[in-house]
Nanobody, 124 residues
Framework: QVQLVESGGGLVQAGGSLRLSCAAS????????MGWFRQAPGKEREFVAA????????VYADSVKGRFTISRDKTKNTVYLQMNSLKPEDTAVYYC?????????????????WGQGTQVTVSS
């Protein structure tokens, strides 16, 4: 089992920044991928970004490309999502997820473990 705990959400004005963190514990894999997803009220959960743990390869949704940056700290078993130039449409619950293999894809079915989520609210 892998446990994921997200933090860093909150309320921010449009144009502002937030950094989300996701700390992983429990079983670890020599090669795996960590991703961020989000779910806005009344909408389906959607892919935001992902990073491979070993090499740091990344992929982003078009809607956040150039504004969000995903990174990881191997020493802390933590993945981050730096969110800049936030827009009201970025308002959502943000979830961290782990795929137990290299999986730089947006299909959430490929992710095996999920965190509880952290709320991000961007006011206009």
């Amino acid at each position: 089992q892998v446990q994921l705990v997200e933090s860093g959400g909150g309320l921010v004005q449009a144009g502002g920044s937030l950094r989300l963190s996701c700390a992983a514990s429990g079983r670890t894999f020599s090669t795996y991928t960590m991703g961020w997803f989000r779910q806005a009220p009344g909408k389906e959960r959607e892919f935001v970004a992902a990073i491979t743990w070993s090499y740091g390869d990344t992929v982003y949704a078009d809607s956040v490309k150039g504004r969000f940056t995903i990174s990881r700290d191997k020493t802390k078993n933590t993945v981050y999502l730096q969110m800049n130039s936030l827009k009201p449409e970025d308002t959502a619950v943000y979830y961290c997820a782990v795929a137990s293999r290299i999986y730089l894809r947006s299909n959430q079915d490929g992710y095996d473990y999920w965190g509880q989520g952290t709320q991000v609210t961007v006011s206009s």
